[in-house]
């Protein structure tokens, strides 16, 4: 089927999409400040599920990177594992939710929704949703790791759910979420306009740097 | 399989084209030494980078793939080996100089010493190194004026004496470098311009370094900082005596009938095998995979793998755990805008105190929030969802900035670099398994530290302080070392004081693994001055004629 008689979804069937939707929708809500859906989270992680087109961006934004050999094995490796847990995950969600509330995770209240939610990070999971979170770097340390161990295939589905909205909601827009910016603007961050304008070294964050220099050598005292 | 043809024997071959190889490399075929570098992964442009966190952090766009570069980890012998991303550095022509922070402190007088300076330490493997900081200090020199490093010399109330300042003074001020030095002043601690691989102003040709929100983590699309694959790479391309072969993954290192290292077998791009024969062989693929290629190197001669007699290689690893204190403040700290990059630094807390009840001491400094967004980032009392976490997003990323600390890991006998029984690379190999299990006096250390750290963002004025205590170490900030120790005893020690195997003499190693101790300082300005070291070693052996055939004690 193709992208436009599929109304624009690239992997998710339209219950799937209408699902992830509302459940990103709660993970970071609409409030006075746009949240998950405004962002187009769910968009974002269609492409991404859709095959290995939209894995890198070309660093000056002009479309994406094709990718060959060994590193595409890899990616359509990923990708089917997620493929799987979104699929197994979705249905699990809609089961929970019918049997705590006779329907559908969708046509649940928001209230009901976070219940259902909550439910998926049931308790006896806990543990290693904490080992998942040290994983990524994403729940904690508090501070980002000065690498990334990132292995998001070893999640279950509701911690990946909440790590590819996150994802969605700050990454560059060029990856289909984080719309208009909204991401960016609701922490103050002052980025780029676009990929290229950091390709092209035109960025720069120096107006956020401190107003007052510090001089170290007359405050030390002990200059060379 | 197509045949080609083999390349000719050549003076050295480097294997790897990082921090240490790279400096290798320049210092060798500056000096009339014609070189072949093997390099594993690919040659990558600064055209290729951009400020993208989703794909250089998230989707391993600059980190190994650990589908393809697994890796496995255990907490002790008797713990099963579970893969996990131990400790990964870029694989790729650069290595982590592409995507590093950057900061390039001198270690100290002390570091080289720490044994006679602490003693004992039960359970610890703490020796002093064979050379001392007078030994290196023209050489840290050197690195700091051709490869460009801003600072201030003198800065550093606790520096060792250096013989000539900086090359370019210190990079502008961020408001959390200044928040720390406001809370360092209070508290009476020493604090300084982190020394750092950028250009605050232009230098030798090359412009300032731009200032971008995307810098750690981030490759450099305009080649202003400074970092091997900007600086030595070219510097040594430019001789014509480097030839440089991306894409080709040694998979051992041959001997001859002597016992000398003989040839590297590697395999190119298209999948081929090829010989390159070599009168001398450097290794410089960062401690672990150094360790791992000697380890994968086996013959009747050396049945544990080269230069491994003493079952030394891949022992006595150390890792630099990172972890920090967050402060939240009322004002906007716009920490994300130095890149997590321009910072400020104390060595208040790094020579060792008795008093404190550890050994060894800390580098501090103050770090950004997010690489650079909240992708990656988040606080201990953050929820992974919901209002709350939205929030909290909101009020504290702008808000908020670390202090950092580099622990200083004890060396001990089990913690070690091995390969693993069962999981192997795409190429087939097998990878390399760590088994590690923190010593008390690095729990010790990491906990004093990051109080310390606390009380300073306290005193610059947080409304609220986080303490994030290392508990286990998962080698984060990917420092690696001493999995292939130097030393002048060669039943305690891998290398000879010139990083020349005590077995093998024309095999030298070159990144971290000779270090002996980790020391509490990011490791890479070291790693080059001593790669400078060793390579104008093996120029002047080669000069003498001595072919580098002095292995032992003392050479």
Redesign the interface.
Known sequence: MSEQENGGRLFFDEHQWATVEAAMA????T?D?P?AREAGTAEFLDRYLSGIDY???????SGFEKLEG??AG?WR??IDALRGKYAEGIEELDRRSRARFDRDFVELSEDQQ?EA?AEM?RPEQQKD?EQA????????????????????IELDFF?LL?LH???GF???P??GGNRDRV??R???????ES?AE????R????P???E???D??K??G??? | MARKPKPEKVDVCIIGAGASGGTAAKVLTESGVNVVALERGPYRKK?????????N???Y?L?P????NPRTYRGSNDEEPR??????VPQMVGGGTVHW?GWLPRFTENDFRLKTVAGEVPGTTLVDWPISYEDLEPYYTKVEWAFGVSG????N?YESPRSK?YPTP?M????Y??KF?EGC?ELGY?S??TPMAALSEPYNGRPAT?????A??HGD??G?RSSALSVWVPQALVTGRYDLRPDCYVHEITTDEHGRAKSAIYQDADGDFIEQEAAVFMLGCGAVESARLLLLSRSGRFPNGLANGSDLVGRNATFHE???A?GVFDD?I?A?????Y?A?SSFEFYEHDDSRGFVGGSHIAA?G????????????D?P????E??RM??EY??HSF?V?MVLHDMPQHDNRVELDDTVED?WGLPVARITLNPHENDLAMGRWVIDRNAEILDAAGATKT?R?YPERV?????HQHSTTRMGDDPDTSVLNRYCQAHEVDNLFVVDGGPFPTATGANPTLTIMANAWRVAEHVVRQRGSGRATTTAGKGA
Request: aromatic share 12%; glycine share 10%.
């Open positions: 709660r993970i970071i809500p409030d400040q949240g894995v890198y961006a070309k660093p000056d934004g060994k590193r890899a490796q990923r976070d939610l990070e949703l979170q040290v994983a990524t770097g994403y729940g904690a340390p508090p501070e980002p790791a000065m690498q990334q161990t990132s292995t998001e911690p909440a909205t996150r994802q700050y990454s560059d060029v990856y991401g960016w609701l922490i103050g961050f002052e980025g780029p990929l950091t390709h092209a070294g960025y720069t964050t120096r956020f740097f401190a007052e220099q510090i170290w050598k405050e030390n002990h200059g060379s | 055209e290729s980078f951009g400020g993208d966190e989703l794909a952090v998230n989707r766009n980190w793939d650990p589908i393809l893969e996990e991303l131990f400790c990964p922070q201030q010399a003198g800065a109330k300042g210190p502008p001020t961020t408001n470098a200044r030095h002043n020493d300084f311009p731009a200032l971008s929100a995307f750690q983590q699309p305009t202003t990172y972890s920090a967050v906007p716009h994300w805008a130095g890149g997590g321009v400020a770090a929030v997010g690489i650079p967004l909240p992708i990656n980032w988040s606080l201990p953050r992974a969802w919901g209002a976490a939205k997003d909101r990323y702008d670390a950092g795409a986080y994030v998962t080698g984060n900030c990917s």
